[in-house]
């Protein structure tokens, strides 16, 4: 089945900072980019409210221009000698980038990331930055369990909403086999949640993948079936 790409981590991920020269460029480019974006395209307009760049900088299907040279990350705190291959939620090692390429040729955007470690070296491995393409809303609530629609303004916007949980028992997510068909990772935004496919997680595993983390919680574990 499809994973969720988790924020718990706890793989230990190594923690870092973009540079201020990335924020420089990205922050207000997605701004821009999202407003024309929203106004022009998007038909949904609970669509990315707020916090763009905070969680995801691109992860939700907006295309950025190319940029001239690599982005400098600096790795704060690392487990170890050697990056693993997920350091970032969208910052990975050639071999995933390699992989998402052999499932969806073309699709995503990737960057090249020039890695400082915390003794000052540079990383000689190459890492990208990895801008999601796919934004779904794959959920089929009729077959799925524990969840209802919320509508945030529904007398405003009556045919808008999300997906949220009950209190009544454990989750259980239906997602359209059609719509995710062929893809390799996605966000969902009506869960707002990025997922990898069964084919990536697969993969992950076999290979030995370190410092992604799929989302755990104790109290409600989320069960995901494909329909």
């Known amino acids: 089945m499809a994973r969720i790409l988790g924020t718990d981590y706890f793989e230990q991920r190594p923690e870092g900072v973009w540079s201020q020269e990335f924020h420089e460029w990205c922050d207000p480019i997605a701004r821009r980019i999202y407003d024309e974006e929203r106004d022009r ?30 982005f400098k990350y600096r790795v704060t705190k690392m487990h170890g000698n050697v990056p693993p291959d997920f350091v970032a939620a969208q910052l990975f090692s050639e071999r995933v980038k390699a992989k998402i390429e052999a499932i969806e040729p073309g699709v995503h ?13 540079i990383c000689s491995d190459p890492y990208w930055l990895c801008g999601n393409m ?12 524990h969840m209802y629609a919320k509508y945030p303004n529904k007398e405003k916007f009556p045919n808008y909403y999300r997906y949220e949980y009950n209190a009544n028992g454990n989750p ?30 697969k993969w992950m595993d076999t290979k030995g993948i370190k410092g992604w983390e799929e989302s755990r919680s104790a109290t409600q574990p989320i069960t995901i079936i494909e329909v």
């Open 41 to 70: 395209e998007r038909t949904d307009p609970l669509y990315l409210r707020g916090g763009l760049t905070d969680r995801y900088p691109m992860g939700h299907g907006i295309r950025f221009p190319d940029h001239p040279t690599p």
């Open 109 to 121: 955007q990737f960057f090249p990331v020039e890695l400082e470690l915390p003794d000052g070296s």
């Open 172 to 201: 259980v997510w239906a997602l359209n086999r059609e719509v995710i068909a062929g893809k390799s990772l996605w966000l969902d935004y009506k869960l707002s949640k990025m997922f990898f496919s069964q084919e990536l997680s």
């Open 134 to 145: 796919n934004v779904l809303d794959a959920l089929i609530l009729a077959k799925s369990e």
